[in-house]
């Protein structure tokens, strides 16, 4: 990525590339993907919370798919991010990039 230059929450056009144009299928996709973060998002509070590594790293990669699916690109780098911390059992600044996740997530209420 260029220096200075910051990805966009959601890359519609990229995403609509991979599934046709079909816009409908999209706002579907978006809404399933709307209803199943909030849950992630409490499984990996408590995978930071209980330092569970597998937990982290495991939930960090399903958001992580879905988000990437859906070319939602901050939220596909954050998670990445929080996947190798799990990972790599280093989570000294999980709690700041879990706060950086959740108001990204956040972001994306508004979406269609």
Do not use: C
């Amino acid at each position: 990525m260029e220096q200075g230059k910051t990805k966009p929450v959601f890359d519609q056009e990229s995403v609509l590339e991979r599934i046709g144009g079909d816009t409908e299928f999209l706002k579907e996709l978006i809404e399933l993907f709307k209803s199943d973060y909030p849950e992630k998002l409490a499984q990996l509070s408590k995978g930071i919370k209980d330092k569970n590594y597998k937990t982290i790293k495991e939930t960090a990669h399903s958001i992580k798919s879905a988000s990437g699916n859906l070319s939602l690109t901050r939220v596909y780098d954050l998670s990445f991010k929080m996947e190798d911390m799990g990972k790599e059992g280093k989570i000294q600044d999980i709690e700041k990039a879990y706060n950086k996740l959740e108001e990204e997530l956040g972001k994306i209420k508004n979406l269609f």
